[in-house]
């Protein structure tokens, strides 16, 4: 099992930025990529940025090029997203997700951290 804890979301203005983070514990031996979705209120769950644990470059949806980065700390299992030039269609909760070796989706999750960008 793998527990994921994020933190560092919050209430913010337009323009402002916000570093969160995700800190997997438990048994994070076989590590595959670890990512970052939203949700904002009335909409699906959509993709944000994903880090590969062993090579392999990051991915980022294309409403959050340039402004948000994704890092990783391998040894403390911590990912990172850094946001930049946030905006009003930022706001929701950003859920953590880990995925183990072998496994095709993702296949834990955080219970989310809030982010409020107002205009």
């Known amino acids: 099992q793998v527990q994921l804890a994020e933190s560092g979301g919050g209430l913010v203005q337009a323009g402002d930025s916000l570093r969160l983070s995700c800190a997997a514990s438990g048994y994070t031996f076989r590590t595959s990529a670890m990512g970052w979705f939203r949700q904002a209120p009335g909409k699906e769950r959509e993709f944000v940025a994903a880090i590969r644990w062993n090579g392999g470059g990051p991915s980022y949806a294309d409403f959050v090029k340039g402004r948000f980065t994704i890092s990783k700390h391998n040894a403390k299992t911590t990912m990172y997203l850094q946001m930049n030039a946030l905006i009003p269609e930022d706001t929701g909760v950003y859920y953590c997700?880990?995925?183990?070796?072998?496994?095709?989706?993702?296949?834990?999750w955080g219970q989310g951290t809030q982010v409020t960008v107002s205009s």
């Open positions: 997700a880990y995925k183990s070796l072998g496994v095709d989706n993702w296949n834990y």
